[in-house]
């Protein structure tokens, strides 16, 4: 009897399961990994809708030179690859068509960028792209730029950073520029100017003539102004200066000064670290009124002040607490706590300007390497892994980081400094190009574009 | 009464083993007994299991290829990289001008040219930007982990030619996708279905890797099949969250584009009418990314 009971209530049970199971008939399915190989996009060369002659070359060689950058500024990011232009089936022309999608899917290519350019009747040069989604077979994005020709390197910028914002949800970031170091010469006469170029290494240019020695230049989050420091008479001197209108101005003389001031978020301010009695606190200038206020009081080294980009808090580091360590405090000074406990020592925190990282160069393992952490101190995680990278500087975007990189110095050889990026996730490390040696990179603020 | 107790024995010892019998008999016996029932599944489990094995060993498979791509690549293509050259390459003219000439003068001669400064410049300018197509080291699942470079593992991974793991990658996906379908029948493996098309989204899903807040995010996407398998119409974003907000705009379209990638869904389209089905919902989540 028991038999028959056990056997019908396994039964019973059997029919519950089952009905519990069609109840869920509607499937679905928890897709929580992906790949994160670079995205397939296609860049045909811009058409021109009449060739024609220019001051800068023939339309059409403009109109292919506009993809090529675009291409290699989004190449570039590690997030995108680009489909081989042999491969491609159909030819892009000026005319204000829809591609046909069907003969860019067997590429693979995800996003398609087109482009027309003309000669407007005031010389101007008229540029039109579109994004489209090869998969949806939509027009996800679609934008006119008008300019003179000399500019249309700035116009290729502008629009990888249209496309980039579009794909990535990311500020883009490609129509910027880097203040650095140049260096030349044998190691005991060493020629240090300040030069700047494009994000992308192209237009070079040196600011100082190398007569005196400068260091640490940081830009003005807001405006295209930044702040250096030099040695004028052995005496370190911060300048002011500003890269559209070529001005320089003294901030002023700062005995003990190692690294420049840094911006605040609103441009208004600069704060720095002092020596006073060999012993290096914060403080804050105010760019208009040039008061300084004094923000730490501690016998320990405080340096390398950042703001946090809603300009609420500082990091810095300090050997209060015996080793050199991240700090975080209220912008007024209160609230001083430490947020860094790992092993070796941490040196020049940037605040990343999405506000989320905190990046710095981490002294450790016979190494310098370049990490990053939550300002709360968690998350610490290292992005680099070579024997000398420091002085880390953030994309206007929050999204990718520039340094500098020193080799080994041995037998005479190596010790040279050379700029290099990375991204945030630690992956697509790369060389920035430049024709010196190069160290101290700032990354500018995102170049002013004027909309209609 | 030496009768008697004997017979209480024997009936207390009866009863004792009845009991313990009916006890041992629905113990032991109770799958036994289930069985019989459900006589017709037992094959379709042992497919199960083959099935599970396949979906695991492919799975590690390809990270493990991931790893050992990137690892190369990365170094090689940092210290390849010509910088300078890069730059100029964008700039000089003089090669590009070649193709125009060719276009008025239509001629035999001309036409080598320019297809010649063409490819020229092609080599130049994608060489260095196809290096990064190298397939991410970052294992998937455990980024925040692996982007730490103080890791020594990433350092000792064998050496392989990028293409062809590629090359056997697709084949193995290409191969995988009908085998993990072919035995999931009936209600009883859903869950197979399950952990295939979330195997085979996994391979169409380009994650946004990086995006702030991308491991908070989530959305879900169905589809609606037509009995072969293909989409019945454009996927719908189910409950979507502020598509204004440009992070989120790009989780939830990148889901959107890798459920018609992953298309047509033939493998599981045949199962799932049988369940009186026709729509997948899919739900993209990114906790498994954070740290990015």
Same mark, same amino acid.
């Not at chain 1, 090529?68 to 892009?92: H, P």
């Not at chain 1, 105010?286 to 390398?304: A, H, Y």
């Given at each position: 009897?028991?038999?028959?009971?056990?056997?019908?209530?396994?039964?019973?049970?059997?029919?519950?399961?089952?009905?519990?199971?069609?109840?869920?008939?509607?499937?679905?399915?928890?897709?929580?990994?992906?790949?994160?190989?670079?995205?397939?996009?296609?860049?045909?060369?811009?058409?021109?809708?009449?060739?024609?002659?220019?001051?800068?070359?023939?339309?059409?060689?403009?109109?292919?030179?506009?993809?090529?950058?675009?291409?290699?500024?989004?190449?570039?990011?590690?997030?995108?690859?680009?489909?081989?232009?042999?491969?491609?089936?159909?030819?892009?022309?000026?005319?204000?068509?829809?591609?046909?999608?069907?003969?860019?899917?067997?590429?693979?290519?995800?996003?398609?960028?087109?482009?027309?350019?003309?000669?407007?009747?005031?010389?101007?040069?008229?540029?039109?792209?579109?994004?489209?989604?090869?998969?949806?077979?939509?027009?996800?994005?679609?934008?006119?730029?008008?300019?003179?020709?000399?500019?249309? /390197?700035?116009?290729?910028?502008?629009?990888?950073?249209?496309?980039?914002?579009?794909?990535?949800?990311?500020?883009? !970031?490609?129509?910027?520029?880097?203040?650095?170091?140049?260096?030349?010469?044998?190691?005991?006469?060493?020629?240090?100017?300040?030069?700047?170029?494009?994000?992308?290494?192209?237009?070079?240019?040196?600011?100082?003539?190398?007569?005196?020695?400068?260091?640490?230049? /940081?830009?003005?989050?807001?405006?295209?102004?930044?702040?250096?420091?030099?040695?004028?008479?052995?005496?370190?001197?911060?300048?002011?200066?500003?890269?559209?209108?070529?001005?320089?101005?003294?901030?002023?003389?700062?005995?003990?000064?190692?690294?420049?001031?840094?911006?605040?978020?609103?441009?208004?301010?600069?704060?720095?670290?002092?020596?006073?009695?060999?012993?290096?606190?914060?403080?804050?200038?105010?760019?208009?009124?040039?008061?300084?206020?004094?923000?730490?009081?501690?016998?320990?080294?405080?340096?390398?002040?950042?703001?946090?980009?809603?300009?609420?808090?500082?990091?810095?580091?300090?050997?209060?607490?015996?080793?050199?360590?991240?700090?975080?405090?209220?912008?007024?000074?209160?609230?001083?706590?430490?947020?860094?406990?790992?092993?070796?020592?941490?040196?020049?925190?940037?605040?990343?300007?999405?506000?989320?990282?905190?990046?710095?160069?981490?002294?450790?393992?016979?190494?310098?390497?370049?990490?990053?952490?939550?300002?709360?101190?968690?998350?610490?995680?290292?992005?680099?892994?070579? !024997?000398?990278?420091?002085?880390?500087?953030?994309?206007?975007?929050?999204?990718?980081?520039?340094?500098?990189?020193?080799?080994?110095?041995?037998?005479?050889?190596?010790?040279?400094?050379?700029?290099?990026?990375?991204?945030?996730?630690?992956?697509?490390?790369?060389?920035?190009?430049?024709?010196?040696?190069?160290?101290?990179?700032?990354?500018?603020?995102?170049?002013?574009?004027?909309?209609? | 009464?030496?009768?008697?107790?004997?017979?209480?024995?024997?009936?207390?010892?009866?009863?004792?083993?009845?009991?313990?019998?009916?006890?041992?008999?629905?113990?032991?016996?109770?799958?036994?007994?289930?069985?019989?029932?459900?006589?017709?599944?037992?094959?379709?489990?042992?497919?199960?299991?083959?099935?599970?094995?396949?979906?695991?060993?492919?799975?590690?498979?390809?990270?493990?290829?991931?790893?050992?791509?990137?690892?190369?690549?990365?170094?090689?293509?940092?210290?390849?990289?010509?910088?300078?050259?890069?730059?100029?390459?964008?700039?000089?003219?003089?090669?590009?001008?070649?193709?125009?000439?060719?276009?008025?003068?239509?001629?035999?001669?001309?036409?080598?040219?320019?297809?010649?400064?063409?490819?020229?410049?092609?080599?130049?300018?994608?060489?260095?930007?196809?290096?990064?197509?190298?397939?991410?080291?970052?294992?998937?699942?455990?980024?925040?982990?692996?982007?730490?470079?103080?890791?020594?593992?990433?350092?000792?991974? #064998?050496?392989?030619?990028?293409?062809?793991?590629?090359?056997?990658?697709?084949?193995? #996906?290409?191969?995988?996708?009908?085998?993990?379908?072919?035995?999931?029948?009936?209600?009883?493996? #859903?869950?197979?279905?399950?952990?295939?098309?979330?195997?085979?989204?996994?391979?169409?899903?380009?994650?946004?890797?990086?995006?702030?807040?991308?491991?908070?995010?989530?959305?879900?996407?169905?589809? #609606?099949?037509?009995?072969?398998?293909?989409?019945?119409?454009?996927?719908?974003?189910?409950?979507?969250?502020?598509?204004?907000?440009?992070?989120?705009?790009?989780?939830?379209?990148?889901?959107?584009?890798?459920?018609?990638?992953?298309?047509?869904?033939?493998?599981?389209?045949?199962?799932?009418?049988?369940?009186?089905?026709?729509?997948?919902?899919?739900?993209?989540?990114?906790?498994?990314?954070?740290?990015?």
């Amino acid at each position: 009897m028991g038999m028959i009971f056990l056997r019908r209530l396994s039964a019973l049970v059997f029919v519950i399961l089952m009905g519990v199971t069609s109840a869920h008939a509607q499937l679905r399915v928890d897709v929580a990994r992906g790949n994160i190989e670079p995205v397939p996009i296609a860049v045909p060369e811009f058409a021109p809708v009449v060739d024609v002659e220019t001051s800068t070359g023939p339309l059409s060689d403009i109109g292919a030179s506009i993809s090529q950058v675009i291409v290699s500024n989004l190449v570039s990011t590690g997030l995108f690859r680009s489909v081989d232009e042999n491969a491609f089936i159909e030819k892009i022309t000026a005319a204000p068509t829809r591609p046909n999608f069907a003969s860019w899917r067997p590429l693979a290519v995800q996003g398609l960028v087109t482009g027309r350019l003309e000669i407007k009747p005031d010389g101007n040069l008229r540029v039109e792209f579109r994004l489209w989604d090869v998969v949806q077979e939509i027009q996800m994005e679609g934008v006119g730029y008008n300019t003179p020709i000399s500019n249309w /390197r700035r116009i290729a910028h502008v629009i990888s950073d249209r496309i980039y914002s579009r794909l990535t949800g990311e500020e883009g !970031y490609f129509d910027t520029r880097i203040v650095y170091i140049a260096e030349q010469g044998a190691a005991t006469d060493r020629k240090k100017r300040l030069a700047i170029m494009d994000q992308d290494g192209a237009n070079q240019q040196l600011l100082t003539d190398g007569s005196y020695l400068v260091l640490t230049p /940081r830009f003005s989050p807001n405006r295209q102004e930044i702040t250096f420091l030099s040695y004028f008479n052995d005496q370190p001197r911060v300048y002011l200066f500003n890269i559209l209108t070529n001005r320089f101005e003294v901030l002023g003389d700062f005995p003990n000064m190692t690294f420049a001031p840094r911006f605040s978020p609103d441009g208004n301010k600069v704060i720095m670290s002092l020596a006073d009695d060999g012993n290096s606190d914060i403080y804050v200038m105010d760019l208009r009124t040039r008061k300084v206020t004094r923000l730490t009081d501690d016998p320990g080294i405080d340096t390398s002040p950042s703001y946090s980009p809603d300009g609420s808090r500082i990091v810095f580091n300090s050997d209060r607490g015996g080793s050199q360590q991240l700090y975080v405090m209220d912008a007024d000074g209160s609230n001083v706590h430490r947020i860094s406990f790992g092993n070796g020592r941490y040196a020049t925190p940037v605040w990343s300007p999405r506000g989320d990282l905190i990046a710095f160069t981490k002294i450790g393992e016979r190494k310098f390497r370049i990490g990053v952490m939550r300002p709360d101190g968690k998350g610490e995680r290292l992005l680099t892994d070579a !024997y000398q990278d420091e002085g880390p500087t953030w994309s206007p975007n929050g999204r990718v980081l520039m340094f500098f990189r020193t080799t080994r110095y041995r037998n005479g050889s190596g010790g040279k400094p050379s700029l290099w990026s990375v991204d945030l996730t630690g992956y697509n490390e790369r060389q920035v190009p430049t024709p010196f040696d190069a160290s101290d990179p700032a990354w500018s603020p995102p170049l002013p574009v004027s909309t209609r | 009464m030496s009768s008697e107790l004997l017979k209480n024995i024997v009936g207390w010892s009866l009863s004792i083993l009845l009991h313990v019998g009916v006890a041992v008999a629905a113990y032991v016996g109770l799958p036994y007994l289930t069985r019989p029932e459900i006589a017709p599944p037992p094959p379709i489990s042992i497919e199960f299991v083959a099935i599970a094995a396949k979906t695991q060993q492919a799975a590690p498979k390809e990270v493990v290829e991931q790893e050992a791509t990137e690892e190369k690549p990365q170094p090689k293509y940092a210290a390849a990289e010509q910088p300078v050259e890069l730059v100029e390459d964008a700039v000089p003219l003089p090669a590009k001008a070649a193709p125009k000439e060719a276009a008025p003068a239509p001629k035999p001669k001309p036409k080598p040219k320019p297809q010649l400064s063409k490819t020229r410049k092609l080599a130049q300018s994608i060489r260095p930007r196809g290096k990064p197509k190298a397939p991410s080291r970052l294992k998937s699942t455990r980024i925040a982990a692996l982007i730490d470079k103080s890791i020594k593992e990433e350092k000792d991974v #064998t050496k392989k030619d990028e293409k062809k793991k590629e090359e056997k990658k697709k084949n193995e #996906t290409n191969k995988k996708k009908p085998n993990l379908l072919a035995g999931a029948r009936g209600t009883i493996a #859903t869950a197979t279905i399950r952990d295939a098309l979330s195997q085979k989204l996994a391979a169409c899903w380009s994650f946004p890797r990086g995006a702030k807040g991308v491991e908070k995010m989530q959305v879900m996407v169905r589809i #609606t099949l037509r009995p072969d398998g293909t989409l019945l119409r454009r996927p719908e974003l189910i409950n979507a969250g502020n598509m204004n907000e440009g992070f989120y705009r790009v989780f939830a379209e990148s889901a959107r584009r890798a459920v018609q990638l992953c298309a047509p869904y033939s493998d599981v389209a045949k199962t799932l009418f049988e369940m009186g089905e026709s729509s997948i919902d899919f739900n993209f989540n990114g906790a498994d990314f954070a740290g990015g």
